[in-house]
Structures are given as C-alpha cells and as structure tokens.
C-alpha cells in the first residue's frame, strides 16, 4: 500500500526523530492541511461555520485538556471553568482596548494563572480526590463568574465580543474566524507533538505513571505537575478566548457548564489519553455524532417510520451521548486514536501483518 | 435566633436526607473502590420506577416495596454488565463509565416519561410540624428520621455474616478470594444495596421537589458528605452530611440576600475543597498508605 516502510533508512537521529519519519504520513498531513486551508472553498458557510469551525476550536481544547490528562496524567474535571475565564478575560481584555492578540495572551495568562491554583490541589491528592476537588473548583468559578456583576456583566447577561482585528484582519467575516481558528489548533497541535518528544514531556509522563518512582530518578514532581497545569490551562484559556470571539461571538456562563467539562474529558477518553490524532477523532465524535444520529431518528420519525413524541427526540442526543462514552470505555478504552494507530500499523506492513512492528 | 433555629433544623434534617444519597456511594466504594457517579441519577431513576408503579395503580407502599426490588435488580445488572469489565483500568475511565451511566439515565428517564416534575404522594399531610416557634416540613422529618433508620441499619449490617464478608473484600480483593469469599458476588451485592438506598432517597426527594432530572443534582452534596465523613466510612456519612447540612442551610441563610443567590452550592464545593486540602480521606475515612 502506499504506506511503506521499506526502503526508510534513517542514518542521522534528526531524520529519526522527525515529526513524520514515513514519507506517508507527510503526504497525508500535507493533504489534510491543503484541505483545511481550503475548507472555506470547499464547504458552504454553513457547514464551515457550524461545524467544522466548532469541531476546530473543541479539538484545540481537547488538546489542551489532553496534555494534562493523557500526558501528564493529572485528572481534571474543572477545564470547562478554565476556558471561561479564558474567554471572559480575553473579552474585558478586548473592551478595555488592547489589541485582539494581546488579549489572547492576556487570557491565557489569567487562565494559566487561576488554573495553577486548581493545580495546587494536585500537589496534595492524586486520582479520585484530585477528580473531586476540580468539580468543586468548577462550581466555585461558574459561582463566581455569574455573581460578580463586573466578570459577567449581570446576573443572566450575555457579553457580546467586540468587534476586532487579528493581524489587520477584521475578524467580521466567517472565513477569517475559521483561519484564526485553524491556526490557533495547528499551533496547539505542533507544540503537543514536540512536548511528547522532548525532555519535558518525558518528565511528565513519568510523573503520570508514578510520581514517587519519578522522583526517585531525579524529576521534581512538584514542579513538572504545576508546569503541566500552567501550560494546559494557558492553552485552554486562550482557546476559550478563541471560542468566544470566533465561535459564540458572545459569552455567557452557560457556555462553560460542568457539563461542558464532562464533554471534554469524554472527547479526551474517546479519543484516546494522551493521543494527538485522537483529540481530532475524539472532538468530532462527540460533537457530531449526537447530531448525526439525532438527524437519523428525526427523518426516521419524519418519514413515519418510528412514532417519537419530540419530548423523547429532545432527550436522545443525551442518550447516545451516555451509550458513546459507556461503549467507548467497555470495547476500546484506548480510544479513537488507537484504532487508528492498528489500522496505519495494519497497512504499513501490509501484506505481511505478522511482523510486528 | 427561632430564624437561626429554624435554619439549624431544617439543615439538619436535609443533610440526613443528603446522607441517604452519600449512603449508595459508601456502600459501593467500601467494597469495590468505585465512586458511583451515576448515584444521583440512580436515585432520580428510582424515583420514577416509583411514580410509575403508583401510575399502575399500586398504593404508594406497595410500589416502594416492588421499586426496592427492581432498584436492587438494576444496581446488580449495572454491576454485572458494566463496572465488572473494568476492573483494574485506571480510575478515571471508572469514573467516566458511571458518568456516561449517568448521562444515559438522564436521557431515558425525562425522555420517555416526559420532562415535566411527577409527584409521589407519600400521603404525608402538608402542614408543618410546630416545636415552639420553629416551622419543621413534615416530609423533611420523615425523611431525617427514614436516614438515621438506614445509616443505623447498615452499621448493623456490616455487623453481620454478609457484612463482614464486604468489609473483607473492602479490605483486599486478593486474600478475600484466598479464603473463599466470592469478590464479585460482593462487590454486586453492595450495588444492590446501593439500588435499595436510592429507592429510600427517591421517594422521600421525590415527595419533596418531585421526580425530575433534576434529582441527580443531589450527586454534588453526597459527594460533599462522602468526601467529609470519609468515602469509606458509615458513621462518616451521618456526621458528614450533618455538617453538610447545617453549614449548607444556615451559611446561604445568611449570605444569599448579600450576594445574590446560590451560596449553597458554595458552601458545598468549599466543604470539598477544604477537606481534600487539609484531610483528603476525610474525618473517619481510612488512609490509604502507597507504595511505589
């Protein structure tokens, strides 16, 4: 197949080392990015703006999420409340005048900064505990956001984002939005695979696997814990931020329920700790195949196939939701990524698939 | 102060029913090590199965009863079918598995029966109970006194064959099995009673708010009573929710008028938040000690 390994011959630890050391893969990544750059071409404005933009932004924050869970290992059950303050600060930060990219970082930092605190909890407890004490965080931060009338604007108030610019770019159009989308998930994307090549990420993962055999060969767990909450908060702040001003165009503490953080943490799990690939894979399942499914009983119903009161139409998207996560866990708990991690291994080999490899 | 009172009570008699809730939890993670997320959907699904058996036309104590047999069917089916594949992955796809459980009975509960509150009628008269000048809601009393029954009844049950038997597999999977006590048999057996704790809760919450979706919301208090008294403790769940209660009812009492609303869910993740940083195993839990 077009997947092959032979005839690859690395004979310099920078050519093995590379991102994408089969020539496959480069083509493969080099198409998808083609397309994605021509995604407003190809696709109506409708489906690019609702759903390839959001599918987008939620992989950006899957990403992050990932780091902290899959790489990391530190569990997290608060990361919804982390983009919101990513997304308030960016949008105060934006009213008060500062440029849109500023303003990213900005959020970021405020979200980076708040979300170490989170982290501090890590220090102390690990596992179930560590799930407990960030629900608690959650409630406490969405608390906070609608109670304070200068964060929210009001009790039940809705912020619209300001208009603004990226790069001299007026972020009017729906096509610039989707390309400040994309770049932002292509940036989150390169710095995740170099961090599961580096010194660092190999520190994290053994922080993961366990903190007192990692100290005991030399790495301070306190400080690579905090390091992992500092940069999956900051990434996920700035993609609230991105949420906000390219997706919602508004924000309001629904936008960023426990619910959502529960959304998170299953694109994460369905796709994959820990897996690149699989945050893509793991966003788009859950976003999209709700919506698809619910599609499916809606025109089954429509054609007079099933008799569904729209009572139980509006409560199956949440059904499916439950039986995705259930069925994810009980018949590939590596996720998404896995199964594409046996199909690409399937093909390098191809036709010889008792090599292992 | 018949105001602080009054705040005091009612706390403490909705704590004991929120220790109902934490109830299902201590007796799933005693023996199995498993945190029951789906705990406060199961009690909404409780709930249901109740107003339905009453819809049929049984009388209310009648429907209980049956419900408490199907409830303990349901915990021992979720067990056998889901939680029984996962043992030995990590924690949080345990966690995520009762999670999505809990997702799924949210979507089947509201969706076939319909999203509006169903009443369970306890046939308890609706005027308060008087002591002085303190107002106390009948169905609150009930409920109080219907938790103390229970928390006192399960400490008698870990008192007995059966219960000695779970407070081995609670202690190690591996030398229960070594000396003849069937693990699994256990570990579904504590979801049974943790189906049976839920019918106790769903009737009682139920008569109160009636049966919505929105019944397992009582998942975040139970959490907070389970992770004060200690997750795997008994007593930890009266003096927990207790706290819970009283701290719960008489804080936002005070504190709503100032700062607009909702200080109860505050008090509640505070409570969390202040136990796991300075005793994460809570006031009775028991610590447990790792090794590398």
Known sequence: MFYRLSGIRHTRYAAARQLWPIPADRWQVGVLLALACLAPVLFSPFYLLSYLLPWLIFTAAALSLTLLMGIAGQLHFGFAAVMAIGAYSGIHLVRAGLPFELALLGAGLVAALIGTVFGAAALRVKGLYLVMATLAMQYLVDWVIINVPVISGGAQATLQAPSTTFLFVPLATGVARYYVALLWVLFVTLLLLNIKRSAVGRALVAVRDKDYAAAVIGIHVVRFKLVAFFTSSFLGGVTGAVLAFCYYQAVTPEQFTFNVSVQLVAMVLVGGLGSVIGA?????????????????????????????????????PLMIYGVLIIGFLLLEPLGLGKIYDNIRKYLLVWPFRHSDL | MSYFIELLVNGALTGAMYGLAALGFVLIYKSSGVVNLAQGAMIMLAGYVIWMLVMVGLSVWLAIALGLVLMFLFGLLAERLLLRKMVGQPIIMIVMLTLGLEIFLRGVGPGFLGASPKQIDLGVPLAPVIIGDVFINRVYLIGGI???????????FFRTRLGTKLRAVSDDHVSSWSVGISVERAIGISWGLAGLSAIAAGAIWGSVQGVDWTLSELLFPAIAVVILGGLDSVVGVLVGSLIVGVLGSVIPGYLDELAGGGTRDVVTSLIILVTIMIRPYGIFGREDIERV
Not at chain 1, 281 to 298: C, E, M, R, S, Y
Request: net charge negative.
């Open chain 1, 280 to 316: 893509y894979l793991g966003a788009a399942f859950v976003l999209l195949v709700p919506i698809v499914l619910t599609n499916l009983v809606v025109l089954l119903n429509d054609l007079g196939w099933l008799n569904a009161s729209t009572n139980l139409l509006s409560h199956i």
């Open chain 2, 146 to 156: 219907v938790a103390l029954v229970l928390i006192a009844a399960s400490l008698l």
